[in-house]
């Protein structure tokens, strides 16, 4: 191919291709902007119409290539802004056969143009990098140039003669590098991952090192999705005694492009996107996608029901004043062990067209949000690494042991769940990331096993503040029942039976039962719709934006102003908050997406009546009467109202000695209607809390005594 342009030279095409009026015209604007504006963006749909077999030289040779194309520039800007104006090529929207997946990369890539899609995982700071290097011969002080290509320092061999040096090798002078003369160029090192929505089957993200230079660094931050375009080169790995015939490969960046597009990785045919409209159409849709979720795992029907909307989502809303509305729903499971959490949370990242995984602490040093670190990327600098929920951005972050991450994280992660961005601001790096991500979390009991008596603060280790941002709260319960054990105890073991017969090849090989007797037996063990195309499912319904409908909004508003009134006496609790009038209507929203319905409808708003009113009767209600502040504050009306008592107790019984002993404490409590085992529970909360102080052994006092 080469041959075809040994007649004309490659600047000479260039030059015609850029001497078109509008190319002509977009270049002296870029020349008059100079500096500010520095790239001129190239279609390679536009090279390929102009001249096929410069485009396709482009791709086998494109260092030669665009290094002729910012020569042509050169010669086409206006005169006097030739050699000022350095204006680079950045060719974009490379065609199919140049697009490459991380993990397919090979040897043959290796010196192409090549594009790649995937996740920033890291980014470091914009730093210099020398191009130009300029030497003086410390021996007869003779300036010597030299380019510097790629990523290693190259010092000059000798101060040659020919140029009028001393002729001295390097080993006889010392070449001294004069930092001010040489020439230098913004620099930015840039790891990036396979997209996890392209992952199935546990497979670990492979990772590739991009460099950005010049104008295009600094734009590009971890956790945003990026189709990278470059050319790939390989860098020798060097031992410690010797060089290695092992090389590494990084990606020298010619341009970068955001994926805005949601779920565009999931290709949708048309006799796909037939079969979802079709399924959407039937009455019975949405209670077929509720038994698709886990359905190896018996029961829980309005759990499932909650996380089947939380696949769909709400709709994330911009208002007048700019400020944002968040349509993703946050659902917390607390349970017992041997629930089944994690199986759900781990089917829920599978079916999720983007889903991320991840286990308490997480493995990266950037836990759950973001964090500056110090690491061999950076070369020892500090970079900017993302965590689950940046990388979850537009999709559905699964986090295990929630109640133990790191408590950096769960600070942090408040901003996360409600602004949806992360922020960070450490070692000079100060950065917003978005984290765009509906959370699905699970928490384990403080003390092994669900108390139902105890408030839900109480029994898990993640603070009130934070529980309040999810939309709902479902304890999932392990108690002895015969009747539901027996369902439990079948559905099991026809699982693992089930499990044992697909092992067979030929299931009339199995001795002793009906294999396939039982391989038509699917009732309730089987996704009624297959996973692959509910995924494709819930990723077309995304397009569908449905609002409320006059029906729906009343029957909301009615369902909130009926449980408000209930609070509205003067020693009557909260129960319940304008952000579960939020969280209704993201249901709401949510419901309707899964019909692919534009209308919100009042069956809509009563199915997130419904899941609201079951959650909120499980974990913030006593006595048979609502209560928000048992999730917002940890402690329920009636609970703060004691405490306020016991506290009046203890200043008024505690002798200015010796205090209040504790069986005249407890036995005015109970005088108050305060049982035995709730006082000494309040008691303790209030000696953790620095309230009150025991003098000495069995007896009380106030912290502080307001008679003084």
């Keep these: 191919m080469a041959d075809k342009f040994e007649s004309k030279d490659l600047v000479a095409i260039w030059q015609e291709f850029f001497s078109e009026k509008g190319r002509r015209h977009e270049l002296t604007t870029i020349a008059d902007l100079y500096p500010e504006s520095r790239s001129l963006e190239v279609e390679f749909s536009a090279i390929d119409r102009f001249n096929p077999d410069l485009a396709r030289y482009l791709l086998g040779k494109p260092t030669e290539v665009i290094a002729a194309a910012e020569r042509a520039v050169q010669e086409v800007i206006p005169p006097e802004k030739k050699g000022r104006a350095m204006i680079h090529v950045r060719v974009i929207s490379l065609p199919e056969d140049a697009k490459v997946e991380i993990r397919k990369i090979r040897a043959e890539h290796l010196g192409k143009l090549i594009s790649v899609q995937g996740l920033v995982r890291k980014a470091t700071e914009v730093r210099p990098r020398l191009t130009k290097a300029q030497f003086q011969c410390m021996r007869c002080n003779r300036l010597i140039s030299m380019e510097q290509d790629g990523l290693q320092f ?37 790891e990036v991952q396979e997209s996890p929505e392209g992952l199935r089957g546990g497979a670990e993200p492979q990772r590739l090192t991009a460099y950005a230079d010049d104008d295009i660094t600094g734009q590009i931050f971890p956790g945003d ?35 805005e597009r949601e779920y565009s990785e999931l290709v949708i045919s048309p006799e796909e996107e037939m079969a979802i409209k079709e399924l959407a159409a039937t009455p019975e ?16 029907q309005r759990e499932k029901e909650a996380l089947a909307l939380q696949l769909f989502g709400g709709v994330q809303k911009i208002m007048d004043d700019g400020s944002r509305v968040r349509g993703d729903i946050h659902i917390l499971l607390v349970g017992d062990p041997g629930v089944a959490k994690t199986m759900m949370l781990r089917y829920m990242a599978e079916l999720a067209p983007r889903g991320i995984y991840t286990s308490g602490k997480s493995s990266s040093a950037a836990g759950l949000t973001a964090a500056a670190v110090k690491d061999e990327f950076g070369e020892g600098r500090w970079t900017l690494e993302a965590g ?26 408040h901003e996360s769940m409600e602004q949806q961005t992360v922020s960070v601001a450490k070692a ?54 015969a009747k539901e054990d027996t369902k439990v105890a079948k559905h099991i073991l026809r699982v693992h039976r089930r499990g044992e017969v697909r092992k067979y090849d030929n299931a009339a090989d199995v001795q002793g039962s009906d294999g396939a007797a039982i391989l038509e ?6 996704p009624t719709i297959d996973r692959k195309l509910l995924r494709k499912y819930v990723a077309f319904s995304k397009k569908v934006i449905p609002v409320l409908s006059a029906e729906a909004m009343t029957a909301l508003e009615e369902f909130y ?26 249901l709401s929203e949510a419901s309707a997406r899964s019909r692919l319905s534009p209308v919100v409808t009042a069956a809509d708003a009563a199915r997130s009546i419904d899941i609201v009113e079951y959650f909120l009767n499980k974990v913030a209600s006593e006595g048979g009467h609502l209560d928000i502040d048992i999730i917002a504050t940890g402690l329920s009306r009636s609970q703060v109202e004691h405490i306020q008592t016991i506290r009046r107790m203890v200043k008024d019984l505690a002798d200015p000695t010796t205090g209040v ?5 407890l036995q005015r409590a109970a005088s108050e209607g305060i049982p035995e085992e709730k006082a000494r529970a309040l008691v303790k909360r209030l000696i953790d809390a620095g309230e009150i102080y025991q003098p000495r052994a069995g007896s009380y006092r106030l912290a502080m005594d307001d008679r003084l």
Excluded: W
């Design 154 to 190: 190259r010092e000059p061999l000798e101060c040659s003669q020919d140029q009028g040096g001393c002729g001295r090798a390097a080993g006889s002078t010392r070449f001294k590098l004069l930092i001010e003369e040489s020439e230098f160029i913004d620099t930015q090192k840039i």
């Design 225 to 259: 999705r990026v189709v990278l375009s470059g050319v790939l080169k390989s860098v020798q790995k060097s031992g410690s005694q010797q060089k290695s015939t092992l090389f590494d490969i990084n990606l020298a960046l010619n341009s970068s492009a955001p994926v």
């Design 285 to 300: 849709a949405f209670s077929k996608v509720v038994d698709s979720i886990s359905p190896t795992i018996y029961g829980y």
């Design 388 to 413: 689950a929920l940046v990388l979850a951005d537009k999709g559905l972050a699964c986090v295990d042991e929630l109640d133990k991450m790191d408590p950096h994280d769960r600070s942090s992660i």
């Design 428 to 481: 000079g790096i100060t950065a917003t990331l978005q984290s765009r991500c509906a959370v699905l979390g699970a928490a384990n009991p403080k003390y092994g096993r669900f108390d139902e008596h105890k408030t839900i603060a109480d029994q898990i280790d993640l603070p009130p503040t934070l529980l309040t941002r999810f939309d709902a709260i479902f304890p999932m319960l392990d108690r002895p029942n």
């Design 521 to 526: 037996d699917i009732d309730q063990l089987v």
């Design 561 to 586: 102003i009926r449980i408000r009134s209930m609070g509205e006496g003067e020693r009557s609790s909260v129960p319940i908050t304008a952000r579960q009038l939020e969280a209704l209507v993201r």
């Design 661 to 665: 002993t504790e069986a005249e404490l």
